[in-house]
Each structure stands twice: as structure tokens, then as C-alpha cells.
């Protein structure tokens, strides 16, 4: 037996349950699977979404957020600092994403855990459960929203080019702040360290786009927790050890045939910060729509108006993101030098590209 649907979402994280969201209100028959048995679980985020992004969510709950912030401190390499001004929103990510995921449901998408997609056979897409048995799934349109190793994207030929590792930590602040912290340093090649604040706990972590040439993704994390350390801003131990990858480059079209990509899975993370939780669900909820529009249209060309849609919003930043990336890790050891034109908390990084050389 294959089971039909109108609409089949290959990840429950905030891409694939806003997507499924949307796509049910429009009416389509929309199932939604996530290899992992508990949606949003382990967290694989720094937790920081902007302020304006609450507005996008299609539920009213805020019992996910932990904590307001203000402002962000970026820390250059020779000891100066600049402040800028990012109200926003420190969340709990596994209880966000589990709202999103019962939006979804509420809408009339069925929702499943603990279930892997493994490949297409004969036009059916083949699903293995965590006890061992198989599912076959046909649908007008497939979406994968399976993050940066995407299996969706996988069969259709589209990978992200370029992922940066991250791990973090969570630790105990030795008093309570109301801004986020981001260090820059030699040290932290292609990316930086970050402490962000939960009440009287923080996440502290590293994303770098290679092993530095000093030490491995490991111990430059604990150099950098000592550093935290000895500057008295955090204490004791530390619990929930996380890693995972980041895009930092660009895919292109993430449209082929019935399938589409969205978020981590389409490289719609932002290539210098790598932030992409309000590009998830914004852009979720285009591809939704148009995978909505196409199955139950019968019209597949419907996809294009997603790809038209998304490029058009943030296929420039994410570009020009991408270019000073590319000038930045050319250039590391004139880090100080080039942080103005490649860290978004300078005026000089939307700048002319020809200004950073």
C-alpha cells in the first residue's frame, strides 16, 4: 500500500512545521516527518531569534522565551569593543520548535516522529520507522526542510558547498545580562565565539569553518570558556555539550521538478553570522504556500513563484554575505583590519565590495 498526500515535509524544525503550517490552512493534505523521536531535541541553536520574527509565528504562546536582550557586544582582536543595538529575543529552541510543530498539527497536517526518509522508488518516497518497518509515501510535492545534510537534497542533486562546525556549551553567568556577547579572534578561524544569555545560565559556543591551525574544534572551545572564565563573566562547570553545522554558502535553486528546499537544507542561513531561524520560518511559510498551490493545482511551475520569491528577499544578502565570507577567510590574518567590511555591526560591511581591499 502507498499512502497519498498532497504535500510531503521531510524535517519538523521551524522550515518544515512553518511550511506544513501554512500549507494546511490552504487546504492540502500535508504529512510532515522527522527522523528524530522528540521534535526540536537535541538543540543544535545559540537560541537568539530578532524581536520583529514573533510576529511571523502562527501561534500566540510565549512561553518559549527565556529572556529579552537588548543589544549585541562584538569584541575585536585587540581588546576594543562595539556595541550595537539588536533587540531580539533569547528562546528555549526545542519547546519553539514543538509550537510550530502543533500549529502545524492544528492546521490539519499529520505529523510524525521517529521516522527516516531513506530514497524515492517508483515515485513513492520510501520511509523507515524506528522500529524497523516501512512506509511508502507518494505526493504532489516533496519538501525538504532536513537541514544541512539533507537527504531530500541529496536526491535531486542540490548539497550545501560549505558548512561551518559549531559547539556549544551551557554555563552559569556570575550575574545576569541583557545583551549578547560575540568574540572575535585569530584563534576562532572563519568565525567567532559567542555568550548568550538565559537568565542566570548562557550558551557559549564557537563556529569555525576549518580545524585552526593551533588546535581542534575542542580545544579552542575550552581555551575560549577559560577566557570567559578568567574575565569573571561565567563559573562552575558546564552541561548540554552540542555540535552541528552551519551553510555558509549559498546553494542556488532550491527547485527541482516536485521538490523543494527550504531553510538549513536551501543554505538560507545567513553566510557571515549564521543565523537562519527567521529565514526558516519566513521562507517555510512561502514554500508552503506555493507547494500548496502546485499539488492541488496540479501545476508544478506553482514551485518557481517560491524560488522567485525567496531570491528576491534574500538571495542579494546572503550573496554579498557570502563574498565578504570569502574576503575574510582569505585574508585571516588581517583580521582586525577587515572585520569592518565583513561583520554586519559595521556601517563599512553594506558598503561598496570594492571598499574592502
Request: proline fraction near 4%.
Amino acid at each position: 500500500m502507498v499512502d497519498k498526500y498532497d504535500v510531503l515535509v521531510v524535517g519538523a524544525g521551524p522550515a518544515g512545521s512553518a511550511a506544513a503550517h501554512v500549507a494546511a490552512t490552504m487546504g492540502a493534505k500535508v504529512l510532515v516527518v522527522d527522523r528524530r523521536q522528540r521534535i526540536g531535541v537535541p538543540v543544535r541553536c545559540a537560541e537568539y531569534i530578532p524581536r520583529r520574527l514573533l510576529g511571523e509565528l502562527p501561534f500566540g504562546e510565549r512561553s518559549f522565551i527565556s529572556q529579552a536582550v537588548n543589544r549585541m557586544m562584538t569584541f575585536l582582536p585587540n581588546g576594543d569593543t562595539k556595541e550595537t543595538k539588536a533587540p531580539g529575543v533569547m528562546i528555549q529552541r526545542d519547546r519553539f520548535d514543538q509550537l510550530l510543530a502543533d500549529a502545524a498539527r492544528e492546521a490539519g497536517a499529520e505529523v510524525r516522529t521517529g521516522l527516516r526518509a531513506l530514497g524515492i522508488q517508483d515515485g513513492a518516497v520510501v520511509l523507515r520507522q524506528s522500529d524497523g518497518c516501512y512506509w511508502k509515501v507518494r505526493a504532489a510535492v516533496i519538501v525538504g526542510a532536513d537541514g544541512p545534510h539533507s537527504t531530500v537534497g541529496r536526491w535531486i542533486g542540490i548539497r550545501a558547498q560549505r558548512l561551518m562546525a559549531a559547539v556549544q556549551l551551557q554555563v552559569n553567568l556570575i550575574r545576569p545580562i541583557s545583551h549578547t556577547e560575540v568574540y572575535f579572534h585569530p584563534r576562532i578561524y572563519g568565525g567567532y565565539g559567542w555568550l548568550f544569555p538565559k537568565g542566570e545560565l548562557a550558551n557559549v559556543g564557537i563556529g569555525v569553518v576549518r580545524k585552526t591551525s593551533h588546535d581542534g574544534l575542542m580545544e579552542t572551545l575550552e581555551w575560549f570558556v577559560e577566557r570567559l572564565r578568567q574575565e569573571g563573566k561565567i563559573k562552575g562547570g558546564f552541561k548540554k555539550l552540542t555540535s552541528g553545522w552551519i551553510p555558509v554558502a549559498p546553494v542556488g535553486a532550491a527547485v527541482r521538478n516536485n521538490v523543494l528546499l527550504v531553510g538549513d537544507a536551501a543554505g538560507q542561513c545567513h553566510p557571515i553570522t549564521g543565523s537562519g531561524v527567521p529565514q526558516a520560518v519566513i521562507c517555510g511559510k512561502m514554500a508552503g504556500h506555493a507547494a500548496a498551490l502546485a499539488a492541488m493545482e496540479g501545476n508544478l511551475e506553482r514551485l518557481e513563484e517560491y524560488e522567485t520569491q525567496w531570491q528576491d528577499d534574500y538571495g542579494d544578502s546572503l550573496r554579498w554575505a557570502y563574498e565578504r565570507r570569502k574576503t575574510l577567510e582569505s585574508n585571516w590574518d588581517r583580521l582586525g583590519e577587515l572585520l569592518p567590511y565583513c561583520w554586519v555591526a559595521y556601517r563599512e560591511y553594506y558598503g561598496p565590495i570594492g571598499s574592502q581591499t
